[in-house]
């Protein structure tokens, strides 16, 4: 037992002596937040990396408390920009550890922002060496700017927030309740750019390029190509969103990609039928317009009551698709007034908001066979089915069929409550 | 360099294993392959002719040091080491017949010889506590001279003055019907009214008794000497147990007196097979020792072994069971006790149901209950007395604390310098700030917080009472607020330290928390060497270690370890007690049903009725 | 050495983790690569095929129950058959051991140790190894008996927290690389299954043949549903040509582990209940090593072996120039050929014994 004992010590000691090769200290280390890739001028890339400051999170009082006595001082901003030029992404780690002074660490990065320019050229070898590296997120977000992402990392603002990780994890977790953009992690990123049955999409960032809200024009909205007299809710795309805010960057819509090459953009409605169609879709305020009286609207919160149903059916090299959408929605408001709570009056509503969902939906569907010609939605995986071998489903080439795809979608929604408004009593005037 | 090279050898040379084989407890008749730890019992004359070689070279280790005893001391009579060899060859005679133990100075009639030689043994005009009362007895119209001898202090004077001096002084010249010619057979019948008074032959057992308490009485022309008990000592009454507290449950404890404690356990088990056998620890303390064990319950072997290593025990002062705890434990090396050390009798005597053996030591108010596993060293008096969900409540929360002390800093290390990734951002962050100033690295800052904790903890020990509160406020202000604003540790540490702290305090079995304590600081080494590898490299050994080992023939692990029947018998969570039926399978027990299958007959007549 | 006896459970706990520690290492991709999405019917077919096998080799073992492969060696063919049946146990578990080694550590170093040196992650694993030897089989039993139901836990626990990725459309094409692919080209996955040639060294441990049998049919049926678990969620959660990208198939699936902002990442912590497997195969590997050599060559004591196979099996562990190089020696030719000793061998010397044995009684 004693020799045992006195074994196992000088193990132990053994491994004490030979040191700690891969120890580091955690304030030893930078942790990147944010970064985002450009095309380079002068190289092929272009780095932005936002590090968080970890000064900005030590509690207020400690030991320093004395010299900073008179008039507190603003809250030091809690992340740094840094950009440099690089051939390739690693060796863009490499610059930046010659000058910042900790090691650059990415095991904490949240975003990863590429910019639309490189993002339509191919950006597949950038995001395969992203994967490879251990210390990267499987699940980091995957955004695309709508510009260049050195510019949107300079002008995010964390105005409700310290903390920048917060600050992107909520931002990017809004689809839940906004549904303008979906989850895109890069895992699934890069599942569904290898994928022979459906297609990636990245969240759609940019920098907002109104300054006032009385510059805006209508023009820069999309409302005209939907056939629509002023532009909804969702009719537009991240860095055209009439706002005046603080910070300067929103997301919104979403890069539709076809493999690792982005080919188009949707906006912000265009999402909502996409997490539709796909069942991703949780809930969201929609405007429908009024059945009866023009100008005026219903206000509905939709929910997606099941998972949508997929069917394709090829006739000859035509694939037949036809989706089964099945919402349910609460009435927020009803701007005319019309007793739609009543239960003879709802069918008339729900069949006019099912007609506006589904010619907004056959609409983005065309879209993306005509114009992205990529199948994001996954439709692949329903002709899978149909196959036994791989050998017969690569040789098959959905990716290819779909452009010529035919639609049939059927949209069943059911008004399940009015809120707390039962009957709709008009205002005297 | 000899022992370098010694050490060396015998690491890279393999040498023959001289040890004889482990004690395999026998298993019971009916128990065929069922169970894994199959009975092995070896031809027990070769293991006792090995373990007796083992003895005797021990004995040559000690031949070493006796003369320097000789030296120094003057005893009475004549070898000491001569006696204690003896001892050691006759181990196993003397365990068939311990009255065969005799002085070989035998007593004399003389009595004026034998207050000289008292007085040699006990160095009177030096030695001032003890009593040497010279009287003389009326006896059939002579008068013969006598003497008694005790310890002041030892002895309750008033009842040596009533009822020995008084008696033989006094009564004797009362004319006595008796008939009896032989004047000690007429002292024992007519005079002396003691309860427990003994006529001895030999000087050892005199001087045994006097040193325990009673008083001798040596009357002229008697070979004999009486020695009559008047144990009189003063001692603490029964309290509170101090280290196990319960807030339901009998609140008696142990105290320092061997007979009471042994009654305190007859007193809950009112069992007439409850057997309290005394065995004498210390060559020369001779401190009496009980090994209790309920005869019709209790494994033969298991009784046999235990007798086997007090017996085995050669010491010369036994002052605490703590210290038998030591001797008789199989492994002195492995990290977590094998012996349960317990102050309450309400505990010993659950065990004592189960088929467990108590020993209690006199002097000590902690009796040791053996084999122990290590779910009995986690489990707490409490637990049985609570309703069960509650008692699983405790037994979850005590599993976290035991997690707690034993990983918690490892793992902060671990995560910290390896594993940066899974710790919450903000988290992270916010650790990064606060270690900003400080300019240790983690591992250090760590050990210094643990380490003033430890002081902290040990100087809570030793504080004079009154101080006591004090120390407290200047810990936890000087080590926590200062250090931080000195910026030589971060706060986060703290927590980390003070969680661990609590955690080691919630463990119910003292030992244990010692034990989860010294390994901690090699969870701490581990997880700054290679992050969690090395933490659960340092996990597997100790499990493996701890796999290995045995608590008197039973797996420390078991039911778990070698995975024996009762495996969902409620060792990690308790069971409903109507259903603990059986005894811990483990200790191959010779009753099984520890009540009946259907505990609760009343369920069954009401439905009948 | 000390007379050692194993359990029922610890049997089976024994069969389940040497069947299922390569779930941490390879197995739900090699079965991905070579049938596609269909990898899971290639596993249940796979786990299957090698218990009807088992359960054959059961049939003929039984009448030699008791005996060890090595002393129905000696039955065949005295001390050389013994010999021989010593040394291709031996070859086996020497061939094996270091690849696995050299793996395990390949992976530690991956995923969490990038910088050190791969002899230092090795000294950890071979570490264990030595002082499990020291210890003895009953040690490493016992700890396998506790460790098994708690790393399967946790290994169930990454396959239930991955459960929103799940997605069944990923297990299309029903037959992936198709039926002749999964049932004839998969056959040679079998060696999954080698470590059975170590099985039917224990016997001696084990009293009855009843028992035998119950616990390796429960640790079989164990091993086969977590194998077949193992490949199916892995596909479930990764479609076919991503699927046979990653190098560490369930490392990648706790990687995707994402409940809200606080349980993110958690790969690490699972990284502990990992190595804690591969320390257990490794040294029950180890210990079975060190026991059949010492059984062949009739030897008292094992533990003098000790020291001396640690530095054999460290070395040849860093033999291969890379990480590609020991991945081949595991997934192609061990994978391609191990069957071939530890089902096709032993069932020749159980063969071979019975005839032996039929002939001995007739004269």
Known sequence: ?429 | MALLRKTLKEYLFFTEPDKPDDFVLEEGKDEGNESCNDAVKDGSGEKREKTEKVRKSKGVIKKLFTPEREDTACYGYDSNADNSEKNESDVKKESKDPESIKRKTSISKDVARNLEYMRKVYNVPLNGDVVIREFEIAFKDKTIPAFSIFFDGLVDRMLVNESILKPLMLLSNIEIKGKEDDIADYVQKHILPQSQMLLEESYEKVIFGINYGCCAIFIDGVDKVFVADAKGWEHRGIERPNAELVIQGPQEGFGEILRINTALIRKILKDEKLIVEDILIGERSKTPCSMLYIKDIVNDSLVQEVRRRLKGVKIDHLIDSGELEQLIEDSTYLPTPQVIYTERPDRVSRYLANGRIAIIVSGSPFALVVPATMWNLFHATEDEYVRFPYANLLRVVRLFAIFLTLLLPGIYIAITNYHHEMIPTDLLLAIEASREKVPFPSVFELLIMEVSFELIREAGIRIPGPIGPTLGIVGALILGQAAVSANIVSPILIIIVAVTGIGSFAIPNFSLAYSFRLQRFAYIALGATAGFLGISFGLFIMFLWIAKAKSFGVPVLVPYGPTTADVNKGNIFRNPTWKQNRRPDDLNVKSKNSQQEISRQWKINEEEN | ?363
């Not at chain 3, 040394?87 to 094996?96: D, G, K, Q, R």
């Not at chain 3, 080698?194 to 060294?201: A, H, P």
């Open chain 1, 1 to 429: 037992m004693k020799k045992l004992f006195l074994l196992i010590l000088i193990f132990m000691l053994c491994c004490f002596l030979s040191s700690c090769y891969d120890r580091a200290e955690i304030d030893d280390q930078a942790f990147v937040i944010a970064f985002g890739l450009d095309k380079g001028k002068t190289n092929f890339l272009r780095m932005t990396f936002q590090i968080a400051v970890p000064s900005a999170f030590g509690q207020e009082g400690g030991g320093s408390s004395g010299e900073s006595g008179e008039g507190k001082e603003k809250h030091p901003k809690s992340v740094t920009i840094t950009t440099i030029e690089s051939p390739t992404v690693y060796s863009g780690f490499n610059i930046v550890n010659t000058y910042v002074s900790k090691q650059l660490n990415l095991s904490h990065t949240k975003v990863l922002i590429i910019s639309s320019e490189l993002a339509k050229e191919n950006m597949g070898m950038y995001i395969n060496a992203i994967h490879r590296g251990r210390e990267f997120r499987n699940t980091m977000y995957i955004c695309v700017c709508d510009g260049s992402a050195e510019e949107y990392l300079k002008n995010v603002n964390f105005v409700l927030d310290i903390s920048p990780s917060k600050f992107y994890e909520e931002t990017f977790a809004s689809h839940r309740y906004t549904s303008f953009t979906a989850n895109t992690q890069l895992i699934q990123f890069i599942s569904r750019a290898k994928s022979k049955s459906i297609n990636p999409v990245a969240i759609l960032v940019g920098v907002d390029r109104i300054e006032k809200l009385d510059d805006y024009s209508k023009e820069n909205t999309n409302y005209k190509e939907k056939g629509r007299e002023n532009y909804f809710g969702g009719d537009f795309a991240a860095g055209n969103i009439p706002k005046e805010y603080k910070n300067k960057t929103s997301a919104m819509g979403l890069a539709v990609f076809d493999g690792a090459k982005m080919v188009g953009m949707m906006d912000g409605a265009e999402t909502r039928y996409y997490l539709m169609l796909t069942g991703e879709y949780d809930y969201s305020y929609v405007t429908v317009p009024d059945p009866v009286v023009e100008n005026k609207f219903v206000l509905l919160n939709v929910k997606q009551s099941r998972k949508p149903r997929h069917n394709v059916v090829m006739e000859g090299d035509t694939p037949k698709i036809s989706v089964k959408i099945m919402l349910e929605a609460d009435i927020l408001s009803i701007q005319s007034g019309i007793n739609y709570e009543d239960p003879e009056k709802v069918e008339e509503l729900e069949t006019a908001s099912e007609e506006f969902f589904k010619k907004d939906i056959v609409r983005l569907l065309e879209k993306t066979t005509k114009v992205f010609k990529s199948d994001i939605f996954g439709f692949g995986k329903s002709m899978k089915w149909k196959f036994l071998t791989q050998k017969e489903w690569d040789e098959f080439s959905w990716h290819d069929k779909y452009p010529n795809a035919q639609f049939d979608i059927e949209v069943d929604l059911k008004i399940r409550r009015p809120g707390l408004i039962l009957r709709t009593a008009q205002f005297e005037n």
């Open chain 3, 1 to 363: 050495m000390e007379k050692i006896s194993i359990g029922n459970w610890e049997l089976s706990a024994l069969v389940i983790m040497s069947f299922c520690t390569k779930i941490f290492l390879n197995y739900p991709r090699v079965m991905s690569e070579s049938a596609g999405s269909a990898g899971w019917i290639l596993s249940a077919y796979t786990s299957l095929l090698a218990f009807v096998i088992f359960t054959f080799m059961l049939r003929l073992y039984k009448k030699n129950y008791g005996m060890d492969l090595i002393d129905l060696g000696e039955l065949i063919g005295g001390a050389p058959g013994r010999i021989i049946t010593g040394v291709v146990i031996i070859s086996f578990l020497i061939y094996f051991i270091p690849v696995n080694l050299r793996e395990f550590s390949e992976n530690m170093k991956i995923i969490s140790l990038v910088i050190s040196p791969i002899s230092f992650v090795t000294l950890f694993f071979l570490g264990t190894m030595i002082l499990a030897a020291y210890f003895g089989l009953e040690a490493i039993t016992r700890v396998n008996a506790i460790a098994v139901p708690v790393i399967s836990a946790g290994f169930i626990l990454i396959l239930v927290l991955v459960g929103q990725l799940y997605d069944f459309s990923k297990l299309m094409p029903w037959f992936g690389t198709g039926l002749q692919e999964i049932f004839i080209g998969g056959l040679p996955k079998l060696s999954y299954f080698s470590e059975i040639i170590i099985f039917f060294m224990l016997p001696p441990f084990l009293k009855k043949f009843n028992n035998f049998r119950k616990s390796s049919y429960i640790g079989f049926v164990f091993a086969g549903s977590f194998l077949f678990l193992s490949t199916l969620v892995f596909l479930l959660v990764f479609e076919y040509p991503t699927s046979t990208e990653s190098f560490l198939p369930i490392f990648q699936l706790s990687r995707l582990i994402n409940y809200g902002r606080f349980l993110q990442r958690g790969e690490s912590v699972f990284l502990l209940m990992w190595s804690f497997a591969a320390m257990l195969y490794l040294s029950f590997g180890f210990f079975m090593l060190l026991y059949t050599f010492k059984k062949t060559l009739k030897l008292e004591y094992y533990k003098p072996l000790i020291m001396p196979f640690a530095v054999i099996i460290f070395s040849l562990s860093l033999t291969p120039p890379n990480l590609m190089s020991a991945i081949k020696l595991d997934t192609v030719y061990f994978l391609n050929w191990g069957w071939l000793i530890s089902f096709a061998f032993t069932t020749l010397v159980f063969i071979a014994a019975g005839i032996k044995k039929r002939k001995g009684k007739k004269e």
